[in-house]
Each structure stands twice: as structure tokens, then as C-alpha cells.
């Protein structure tokens, strides 16, 4: 199973947003990936400003570790999202999670972060051969 997520941006909708996460995951009976923007960083080094870490952090920490999810490493960068300032922040909100059943079917799945061209967001490509090189191609967003 694959789920794309948009993680709420408003403060007020963050708490439904992770407890609608956990209530997916858990009531999964298939292995499953999930895996989009989240609209939280887990850990300060995930962003290039320090600013600490919201409420919001821990409780999404502590919902990857309750569904025992495992968070895919990414080639290519650290982050996946720009505010375009001047002196911009810099963070990493989209990653892909997946299931250990998931993990079990798919042991050598890659994430590839590939350049940003339009979005405030990087692409990112969820790849399931190991060692498979990214060939060049053109990511395209509709704007509307």
C-alpha cells in the first residue's frame, strides 16, 4: 500500500494530521509505504537554522516509533524544502516511511533527491533497485 500525504501546515490541524497517520498505520494489514510532505522536521539537524524543535517533532517521533516505521535514508541532501529567502531556511519535510513488512519486501528501496526547478519543494524518487543509477530526466509540476 502506498499513501501520499500532505502534512498540515496550520498549527491547529497538525494534532488530527499525526493521530490520522498513527489510526492508517495502524489499522494497515498490508505492508505499506507512506510518503510525502509532512510539514515536520524530526530532528534540529534537520534544518540549517536552530530554532529547537515544535511539540509537534516529538509527537511525530514518537508516532514513527510506535508503528515501528522506518524512516528511508535520502541520497542526495540533506533537505528537501526552501523558503527562498534572502538568507533562507532550509529543511528536510518530505520522506518516505515505510512499514517493516514493507523494509522485509523491499530491502535495498532507495530515496533519491533530485533538483528543485519550480517547487519550494525537491522531487524525490522512491527507487527499489539497489545501486541503480538516476538517469537525467525532467520532473514537471502543472502550475494552475
Known sequence: IFLNVYGAAQEENKAKFLTELASLCSNSKEPYVVGGDFNFIRFTSEKN???GLSRYSN??????????LIDLHMS?????????????????????????DS?????SVMVHKRPREVSDHNPLILSIKANQPMKHFTFKFELS
Open 59 to 68: 509527537i511525530f517521533n514518537s508516532t514513527i516509533a510506535s508503528q515501528e
Open 103 to 107: 523494509e522485509d519486501l523491499f530491502p
Open 49 to 51: 537554522k536552530d530554532y
Open 76 to 100: 542526495g541532501g540533506r533537505y528537501t524544502g526552501s523558503n527562498y529567502q534572502t538568507n533562507p531556511t532550509l529543511l528536510k519535510l518530505d520522506r518516505f516511511l515505510v512499514s517493516k
